[in-house]
């Protein structure tokens, strides 16, 4: 087996001081370093070759998402039924039915909207349409309960969204 020498400077368990050590390094120890590190280089590489599109959707997933998290802690319903709204503007864009422009509602959202974004039977285009159905049918709810625990469903189904991606 091929060794590598290589000098370290470690901290001695007993007296505490530092001295240098020299010794090798297995060919084998270093291969399965390598091994251990190559999928983050991979993961790294499929990020970088994602189109923008699906980069924009996932901006969109992260913004609606957070959006979702602020309806689900809001003290009044119209501030639930607002931050829903921009919920659903985020996930269907400026084209979707449920799309309603609101004064003063600058969302760091794309026109297309997430939903668009995703190939047709991708993983998160369906959860993104599920979370557009919750959403839907929390701005029809007058019971402030009933609309924060939907707020949470939303938020809920976009995180799951999102660790997926």
Do not use: W
Request: charge should be positive; aromatic fraction near 4%; charged fraction near 20%.
């Amino acid at each position: 087996m091929t060794a590598l020498k290589k000098t370290l400077i470690l901290r001695s368990p007993r007296s505490g001081r530092l001295e240098r050590r020299t010794g090798a390094i297995p060919a084998l120890l270093l291969a399965f370093v390598l091994t251990a590190l190559l999928p983050l280089g991979a993961r790294a590489q499929q990020l970088s070759t994602q189109d923008d599109g699906t980069l924009r959707g996932l901006a969109d997933m992260r913004a609606a998402a957070s959006y979702a998290a602020q309806a689900a802690v809001g003290q009044a319903q119209d501030e639930v039924h607002a931050r829903l709204q921009r919920v659903l503007n985020c996930l269907e864009g400026k084209k979707g039915a449920e799309y309603r422009q609101a004064p003063a509602m600058d969302t760091p959202c794309h026109d297309e909207g997430a939903v668009n974004e995703f190939s047709e039977h991708s993983l998160n285009k369906l959860l993104v349409q599920r979370a557009i159905k919750l959403a839907a049918i929390a701005m029809t709810l007058d019971g402030f309960d009933s609309l924060h625990f939907t707020s949470q469903a939303v938020q809920a189904v976009l995180i799951e969204a999102l660790r997926s991606s």
